[in-house]
């Protein structure tokens, strides 16, 4: 498998990719409060996740037509409204459905997609079947994949397998590996970071959750890169909660310190 680089996708190093929430509402309000999310974290930020949060599960692995048609229209909007600006999309279409992801990217301007799991074995739901991904990939060259390993809210079947081991098959199918803490605004622990590095030098670590102005130093010391959501909303993620460009602001200048 060639692989994409973060240099190839990102303008700046140690990447800061912010959260777009797609809540259940109707979707012209869907359309709306991305466009004004996306208009406070440009031109703040490296890069947009696209994300449809709490709604469009068709089961534990696919998302429903009516979600996937949504994000598709959403990241259009914003694609449009981007453009040229050199924002890098990308999509997380959960839960874990990749295909659609690859898809809404590729029909829709987005570079890169996210994966809340690209390898690993988790109670209710299907593992990524790695053959039938690289087939599914190879459809899709251009667009860069940030593989999860050991994600928030998921149940290992085998508890004794090691974040390295997990690193060492993700680096397989992945061009990012996505690290993340126990739940949603949790940073990961430092010692995961430092295994997942030691074990996969060569590919890109990216922090999936819990960074914000105060531990971002400690943690990019480490990672290559993080997505944020959490951190530049004043309330964390709840429905209706705007971008506070404040706390953005506050962020990516700790980020300035690293670069």
């Given at each position: 498998?060639?692989?994409i680089c973060l240099g190839h996708v990102f303008s700046?190093?140690?990447?800061i990719i912010g959260m777009i929430h797609v809540w259940d509402e109707p979707l012209s309000r869907q359309v709306a409060r991305a466009l004004?999310?996306?208009d406070q974290l440009n031109p703040h930020v490296d890069g947009l996740i696209v994300e449809n949060y709490g709604f469009g599960s068709?089961?534990?692995?696919l998302a429903s037509a009516d979600a996937?048609?949504?994000i598709g229209r959403i990241t259009r909007a914003i694609s449009a409204k981007t453009k040229g600006l050199g924002l890098a999309i990308g999509i997380n279409m959960l839960p874990n459905d990749y295909e659609a992801a690859f898809e809404i990217a590729k029909t829709c301007g987005g570079v890169f997609i996210q994966m809340d799991h690209v390898t690993g074995k988790f109670h209710r739901c299907q593992s990524v079947d790695p053959a039938?991904?690289?087939?599914?990939?190879?459809?899709?060259p251009e667009i860069m994949v940030l593989g999860g390993i050991h994600p928030k809210y998921y149940q290992l079947v085998d508890p004794g397998t090691t974040i390295t081991q997990s690193a060492l098959e993700a680096q397989k199918l992945a061009d990012a590996i996505v690290v993340t803490g126990q739940k949603t605004g949790h940073p990961p622990d430092l010692t995961d970071l430092?295994?997942?590095?030691?074990?996969?030098?060569?590919t890109p670590l990216i922090v999936g959750s819990g960074l914000d102005s105060h531990n971002a130093l400690e943690h990019l010391s480490l990672a290559d890169g993080a997505i944020v959501g959490t951190a530049f909303k004043t309330r964390g993620v709840v429905p209706g909660e705007p971008i506070n460009v404040g706390?953005?602001?506050?962020?990516?200048?700790q980020v300035a310190k690293l670069r």
């Open positions: 498998m060639s692989k700046f190093s140690k990447p004004a999310d996306t068709k089961d534990y692995n996937i048609e949504r039938q991904f690289l087939r599914v990939r190879a459809r899709y430092r295994a997942v590095k030691s074990a996969c030098p060569d706390l953005v602001r506050a962020f990516v200048g």
